[in-house]
Structure formats: C-alpha cells, structure tokens
C-alpha cells in the first residue's frame, strides 16, 4: 500500500531515495516519484527551487525519466504507489507539488469528499484524483497563511483530516526540513551520521543506519540532517476549546539487526506467513470508512447502485476461480440469508464456455485479489455484453476487472506477495459481507439490531483473528504431528455452512504449497463416496465451529473416528464433545455463526505453511503457479 521515503543530509539524495524505494516495491510499483529541493542558486539569495519527477510503472521506468531530467539536491522525498484514490497515472503519481510544498503518501484520508468540496469551494484547483493531494493544499494554505515552519504547518493542516497516513512533506519556503507524520500506516526514521531518513519499512534504510526510531500513531516529526525532533499530534473532537494539542516525545533508537531480505519480510520467513499474520489489518483496512455503527449502516457509496436499482435487482450471481471462489460461496451464504436474495455462484472458467443465462436484474459479483485472472474477466465482459450490471470486488485499484465493471468495492488489504491469497481470502469476506449487509438494509430484509450485531461483530474481528494468531505454534505442532509424516499423503477437508467454503480453502492452501494431496468437501456428502478413502493414515480436517450446523458435524467426526480416521478439528473454545474424541484441537475465539469463517480459516493457513515450511518448498512461490493468472 504505497512506499515512501525521505533523506535530509549533506549527501546527493537522488540515488538514495531510489535505492530505498527499491525496497519497498513490494509495497506497490504502479508509478513512482521524486520531489528534491535544489538550493544552488540559494548562495546568491535566490529561493530554493523544488522539483519533481514522476513516472508511471514500475521503478525502472523513474529511472529512465530521471536519466532525462536528473535532480540535483540533498533534500528530498520519493514514494512507490500501490493506487487507491485514483488511476496509475502520472497525474497522480506522488509527490503531489501543489505551491510551495511538496507532499508523499501511504493511507486513505477518510474525509477526502467533503475536504476536497471545501477547497474546491475555497477556488483551490486539483490537478489529480486523489486523497494526497488535498494534504498538500491544505499544507500550502496553511503557509500561506502564516504558518511559521512547516512543521506548524503540517501540525495545522492534519488536525483536519481523518484517516491513515504516513507524510512526508517538503517545502521550498524552509529547505532545511523534512516533516513526516504517522497514523495508522508504517513510518520509520533512520539517524546517521549527519543524516536523517525516513520511510515506510527498515529494509530501505539498512544501507546506510541500522538505527531506527519506529514513530507511534499521533507522531510528527521535524528531520534535519543533525536528527530528528519529535511531537506527539492529539487531535480534538468537534467542539472542544481547542482543535489539537502537541506534546514533545522522546523516541529512542533501536539497533536493528535485520539482513535486508529478512527485512522485507520484517522479520518473517516468508511473505505468505507475513500475510497470514497481517489479516487483522488487512480486515481493518476493509473496514475503514464503511462501518457506519452509528446507523447500523454500511457506507455503499463505491457499490454505485441507487435505492431503485436495488429493488430491481432479482438475483445475485457471483464470479470468481480459486481462493475468490471460495470467498464467493461464503459471499452466496450471507447474499441469501441476510439479503433475501437469490444467490448462485459460478466458478468463471466453466461459467464463460456455458450457455449461461443472464441479463438485465442480474447483478454480477465478480470477485479476484488481482483483478486480472483472464476467466473472470472474460466472464465479466460476456455478463455485461448481455445487460447485466456488474460489481468488482478487487484488490489491486485499476485494474482489468474494475475497469471493465460498473462499479467495484476495493478489499484494500495491501499487496499480496505470497501466490497463495491469505489476507486477500479474508478481506473479501469482509467485503462480501458488507455488499450484504449493505443490500439486505436497503431491501428491507435484514433488521437493524441484526445489522448492527453484525456489524459490531465485524469491527471487533481483527482483535479476535489476532488472538487466533497468536497460537499459531500450536497448528506448527499439529502440521508436524499430523501432515508431515510420511503415512499422510491425502488430506480430507470437511466443513458445512459457512465452514464448507473454509474446508474448500483450507484444501487448496494445502495442495498448492505443500504438494500434498487435500480434497474439500461438505460433510454431509461425505458418506456419498469419500468416505472410502478414510483409514487410520487419513488425516481429516474438519472445520466445525458452535453453528447451527455443529451437531450434524459432530455426527460426521464420529464417523470418521469409527473409521479409524484421524481427525484434527477446528472448534470454538470452550467445545467439549469433538474435543472428546478428535486427535487434535485448535481453538478459535466464540464468534457470531455468521463471522466464524473469518476466524476458521486463520488455523488452516497455518497448517499449510507450517507443512509446506516443514517439507521445505518454496513457500512463496510453489511450482507451476502464477499470482495472477492471465491465460484461459
Ligand atoms: O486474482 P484472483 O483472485 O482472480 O486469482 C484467482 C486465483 O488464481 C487465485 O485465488 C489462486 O487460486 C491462488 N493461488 C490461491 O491461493
């Protein structure tokens, strides 16, 4: 979710800002920019000039726009963007130079509408589609109203805006000084000898200090090239005497002792398990500025559906292959149960090459963390073509299926590095169940004291997934134990309900990273065949959480334990009678039935990374995969 930098000291920065976006391309590479104080002509009392280059694609591509027009300075910023507000283009490229400062990025400032109808209102002119910019002119307005540094400045102009950030800012008016800011999003410092760094994560720093004060939420600070002073920003609610109050901290350094790639991973031995362990934050970022708890509402701006075109909506029909097809079947659940409305979903391979019948009252749910897999995107052209109206739930902003979509509902979990999807699998939960939520209030079907149960139960996830995270050496024991032996060659995954499309998940994870065999399947259909495959090698993973489907899943891990299975069972804490007779337990936080996939599939991640990690193949990259797959 965006990469920025800064460097304030008596060396050359350009390469340096470069250098340390270079490390941070896993955080977004669909453009990238450089804004430079040059202060040549400062000797002869001519002002600083700040300029700025920008260029769309990945870094190779400022590269080549810098070769073309090189700058000189040794204050500056630069950021890598991974789009939210706005398009990959030049124009909205960062820095955002708007009069005298210059402005880099990484979050979503939540106010963004009615900021942007306010400065707009105040004959303020935009030159790009999104949220930074309006950071920039509220900065700009604030030094042009006498603001003394561009510290109180920057203080001034973020007492306005909700949100996650991390800011950089520069200004021609004042060219010895950096001013960064955090809220939410990552932002480190790095003091060196007679320099001073900032940027999202370690790895961009480690070249030139290991030592880093890891600013805390609230945190503004002032760099110059002999260190870093730092305020702590607490900004009032409407109507008290004073807007903000700051308060002078004191951030010790911290020595780090990273080696650049375990760095990027922070620390993790993979990115997948580094993406398993940033759900929570991923959920929140899902979340953010949607949940209106206040009307057990959901914020469906971006669903770009009006009342009456909701009433004409006659079915749901969600697209999707893979992990987003399993993320899609849950999606179908909560459509039917709390929308009241007809749902199917469709596996987008099989549904291009069918007859499929669809048109004018189908809404089309088309799901991919990419937003590029080459079926949904046929899929999704085919169901347009034919009149019906088609929803993108995406990751990755722009992107294909947005584009070729009427509207999309961004899962804003950050880039996915990993080729197996975790944190993307769970944000689209969380975004499929506020499309619900969002459809079943307007069409009258779901009650506001559900909504807001719902709704609480949302917000109050990620607290809970952590927990289930923290753990996480419990499944490490149990992948050893259970599917690291030699005997465990197939795997059966069973859940109903909610917990079906979790024991699907759960196979796939399996099969894709660690090679061994793993079949998905609805409890209730086991005895229909797979059944016969279950020995005393066998082992069964079944996903059985306290729902209205737990007594028949403790009649079906009965008859797995009848057959010598071994079964290894996800449950609610506190769960005695599958404890009683399964080999293995993992627990998960109480949860409404409704919220338990979000917490059922945490423990089934881990398994498989912890099998595949045990069985030492490459985790991040498995054979024959590709992240995004762009062929038929
Ligand atoms: O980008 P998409 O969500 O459209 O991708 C769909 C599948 O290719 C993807 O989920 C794939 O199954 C992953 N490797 C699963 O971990």
């Given at each position: 979710m965006c990469g920025i930098v800064g460097y304030i000291g008596p060396r050359s920065c350009a390469s340096i800002l470069v250098d340390g976006l270079r490390k941070l391309e896993y955080r977004g590479y669909d453009s990238a920019g450089l804004a430079i104080l040059d202060t040549r002509a400062m000797s002869a009392g001519e002002p600083a000039k700040l300029n700025v280059v920008r260029a769309v694609g990945k870094l190779s591509h400022l590269d080549d726009a810098l070769r073309e027009h090189p700058l000189v300075g040794?204050?500056?910023?630069?950021?890598?963007?991974?789009?939210?507000?706005?398009?990959?283009?030049?124009?909205?490229?960062?820095?955002?130079?708007?009069?005298?400062?210059?402005?880099?990025?990484?979050?979503?400032?939540?106010?963004?509408?009615?900021?942007?109808?306010?400065?707009?209102?105040?004959?303020?002119?935009?030159?790009?589609?999104?949220?930074?910019?309006?950071?920039a002119h509220l900065i700009d307005i604030e030094l042009a109203n006498g603001a003394k540094t561009l510290l109180e400045a920057t203080k001034n102009a973020l007492s306005h805006v909700r949100g996650a950030y991390a800011i950089a800012v520069v200004s021609r008016k004042e060219p010895d000084v950096v001013v960064v800011a955090k809220s939410f999003s990552p932002l480190v410092v790095g003091i060196g000898e007679g320099e001073t760094f900032a940027a999202s994560d370690v790895p961009a720093l480690l070249a030139h200090t290991r030592d880093i004060i890891f600013l805390e939420?609230?945190?503004?600070?002032?760099?110059?090239?002999?260190?870093?002073?730092?305020?702590?920003?607490?900004?009032?609610?409407?109507?008290?005497?004073e807007r903000f109050t700051v308060t002078p901290v004191v951030r010790t350094?911290?020595?780090?002792?990273?080696?650049?790639?375990?760095?990027?991973?922070?620390?993790?031995?993979?990115?997948?398990?580094?993406?398993?362990?940033?759900?929570?934050?991923?959920?929140?970022?899902?979340?953010?500025?949607?949940?209106v708890l206040e009307t057990s509402d959901v914020d469906g701006t971006e669903i770009g559906l009006s009342e009456e075109a909701v009433k004409k909506i006659r079915r749901v029909v969600l697209l999707a292959c893979g992990t987003s097809h399993h993320s899609a079947i849950a999606g179908r659940n909560?459509?039917?149960?709390?929308a009241k409305l007809p749902a199917q979903v469709e596996l987008a391979s099989e549904f291009r090459y069918r007859d499929a019948i669809i048109g004018e009252g189908d809404l089309v749910v088309a799901v991919s963390q990419s937003g590029e897999t080459a079926d949904t995107l046929a899929a999704v052209r085919d169901a347009k073509r034919q009149g019906a109206t088609i929803l993108a739930i995406a990751n990755v902003v722009g992107s294909a299926i947005p584009r070729a979509s009427d509207a999309a509902l961004y899962t804003h979990a950050g880039p996915e590095i990993g080729v197996a999807s975790t944190k993307c699998f769970t944000a689209q939960l969380a975004a499929l169940l506020l499309l619900s939520i969002w459809l079943g209030r307007r069409r009258g079907s779901l009650p506001e004291a559900r909504a807001q149960q719902l709704l609480q139960g949302l917000v109050e996830m990620p607290s809970h997934m952590r927990e289930v995270l923290e753990h996480a050496e419990i499944c490490q024991k149990v992948?050893?134990?259970?599917?690291?032996?030699?005997?465990?060659?197939?795997?059966?995954?069973?859940?109903?309900?909610?917990?079906?499309?979790?024991?699907?998940?759960?196979?796939?994870?399996?099969?894709?990273?660690?090679?061994?065999?793993?079949?998905?399947?609805?409890?209730?259909?086991m005895k229909h065949g797979p059944i016969a495959l279950i020995d005393s090698q066998m082992p069964v993973i079944v996903v059985a959480p306290k729902d209205q489907h737990y007594e028949k899943i403790a009649s079906n891990v009965q008859e797995v334990c009848a057959r010598d299975g071994r079964v290894i069972a996800v449950v609610t804490k506190g769960d005695t009678s599958i404890a009683a007779?399964?080999?293995?337990?993992?627990?998960?936080?109480?949860?409404?039935?409704?919220?338990?996939?979000?917490?059922?599939?945490?423990p089934?991640?881990?398994?498989?990374?912890?099998?595949?990690?045990l069985k030492g193949t490459d985790v991040d990259q498995p054979r024959n995969l590709a992240k995004t797959v762009t062929v038929e």
């Open positions: 040794s204050v500056g910023i630069g950021h890598t963007r991974w789009a939210t507000h706005g398009r990959p283009t030049e124009a909205n490229a960062h820095p955002h130079l708007v009069g005298e400062v210059a402005v880099v990025h990484n979050g979503i400032l939540e106010n963004h509408v009615e900021l942007r109808q306010d400065l707009i209102a105040r004959g303020r002119k935009f030159s790009s589609e999104t949220d930074t910019e309006i950071a939420d609230g945190d503004i600070a002032e760099l110059r090239a002999g260190g870093a002073k730092i305020e702590r920003l607490l900004v009032h609610g409407d109507g008290a005497p350094p911290k020595r780090v002792d990273w080696s650049p790639s375990q760095a990027e991973k922070q620390g993790y031995k993979h990115f997948m398990l580094k993406e398993i362990f940033e759900q929570p934050a991923a959920i929140e970022n899902t979340l953010r500025g949607r949940v909560w459509i039917e149960s709390i992948a050893r134990r259970q599917i690291y032996t030699p005997e465990a060659r197939d795997c059966l995954f069973l859940g109903r309900g909610l917990s079906y499309p979790i024991a699907l998940e759960g196979a796939l994870k399996l099969k894709e990273i660690s090679y061994v065999h793993a079949e998905g399947y609805a409890a209730g259909e007779v399964a080999q293995d337990v993992i627990e998960v936080p109480d949860a409404d039935p409704d919220l338990t996939p979000f917490l059922t599939v945490l089934l991640q881990l398994l498989s990374y912890y099998a595949a990690d």
